[in-house]
């Protein structure tokens, strides 16, 4: 269900979906090299916590960037393999259509937009204030929501669009489980923001008659 098949049937390149997922298995490379990969400072460091954007303070070594930039360098974070593949195929998928759709420049904008949302719905509505939140889960949400404003008949892939959203409620249990703090309903925020904005948009653009 995950590899649906679901061509843009378009001969523009996606050039920055294809960008965006090659920077991110670089990072993904980089990333298993670094020592701090395994104790998790990486991840205290370069992903996004609501309570260090609020103000409370870390230790000296989680300190190494400006908070506010956690909102992009924690996009391109990933706790392992499986997240990764998982993201970055349904990146692979619907991303691209929705790049061919708006076009380069927008999506590029859309992306890291999205993933602003998401950190900002975080900060606002999560619990896990204490908790780094890594990968690009919130992003991608963003796009699958402007995927179905953008192609509304495209039903067959409304199945793998659910599965996603399953399977972050799996995740997300499972971090209840073993931390006690859980953020359900972030990155379905972030989906229904960005459908509504590309609906809006939409509408902008090309009046209804």
Excluded: C
């Excluded at 997300?172 to 925020?189: H, S």
Aim: net charge positive; hydrophobic share 45%.
């Amino acid at each position: 269900m995950v590899l649906l098949k679901d061509n843009p049937n378009n001969n523009n390149k996606p050039i920055i979906t294809y960008y965006i997922i090659t920077i991110s298995i670089i990072v993904f490379l980089i990333q298993l090299t670094l020592p701090g990969n395994t104790s998790g400072e990486l991840y205290y460091t370069f992903g996004l916590i609501p309570s260090k954007l609020l103000g409370k303070v870390f230790p000296e070594q989680l300190n190494k960037i400006n908070p506010y930039l956690t909102f992009f360098t924690s996009i391109f974070l990933h706790v392992g393999f499986l997240h990764l593949l998982f993201n970055m195929s349904y990146l692979w998928i619907f991303g691209r259509k929705v790049e061919y759709k708006i076009g380069k420049l927008k999506f590029a904008i859309s992306y890291f937009v999205y993933a602003i949302i998401t950190g900002i719905v975080q900060i606002l509505f999560g619990f896990s204030y204490n908790l780094p939140m890594i990968g690009a889960d919130g992003a991608i949400s963003g796009l699958l929501g402007a995927y179905i404003i953008e192609y509304p008949k495209k039903t067959k892939s409304y199945y793998s669009i659910a599965f996603w959203f399953i399977f972050q409620f799996i995740v997300d249990q499972a971090r209840y489980n073993l931390n006690g703090e859980i953020d359900y309903g972030v990155k379905m925020y972030t989906f229904i923001f960005a459908a509504f904005i590309t609906f809006a948009f939409k509408r902008l653009t090309y009046p209804q008659k």
